[in-house]
């Protein structure tokens, strides 16, 4: 008798763990595709290059206009087209800039003292390539949206 009642609470117990078993996969599937299109998303944020040198990175456009005046140019990619994006890549890349002197094209200009100026003009420009890069100078929002306005023209 206990074969008979093993049998049948083997095939009882086997309908209930299939069921277990496509729930979990159900679930799985679910929490997969969550997880997936965040990553989708984090990636995304990931891609806007960053300054510095390397994979994923890009070098700010820096020329010394004057002594201890520098000209200093972040990429439209690098941030995501808002003021508040272009306030973070513009801070980076005066971050940047004070430890590459190097990279800054006619450094000779430069004192290199505490502080060095940001030539203010122009306030954007397109490259040959098409590139579209915005003047590090900009301090407010509606010089932003201004730069926006003449990198259209």
């Not at 496509?22 to 290059?49: K, L």
């Not at 513009?90 to 000779?108: G, N, P």
């Not at 004192?111 to 003009?121: I, K, Q, V």
Request: with cysteine; charged share 20%; proline share 5%.
């Amino acid at each position: 008798m206990s074969k008979i009642d093993q049998s049948t609470l083997t095939r009882l117990l086997g309908n209930s763990l299939q069921q277990e078993v496509e729930s979990q996969q159900r679930m799985d599937a679910t929490v997969a595709r969550i997880i997936g299109s965040s990553q989708t998303v984090a990636d995304s944020y990931r891609t806007t290059p960053q300054t510095g040198h390397g994979p994923g990175r890009y070098t700010p456009q820096a020329k010394a206009t004057n002594k201890d005046t520098v000209a200093l140019f972040v990429p439209q990619s690098a941030f995501d087209g808002t003021w508040q994006g272009f306030q973070q890549a513009r801070d980076k890349a005066i971050d940047w800039l004070r430890s590459h002197k190097y990279a800054v094209e006619d450094a000779q200009k430069l004192c290199w003292g505490p502080a060095f100026g940001l030539d203010p003009e122009p306030l954007s420009y397109r490259d040959s390539s098409g590139k579209t890069w915005f003047n590090a100078s900009i301090e407010d929002e509606p010089t932003y949206q201004l730069a926006r306005i003449h990198a259209r023209a």
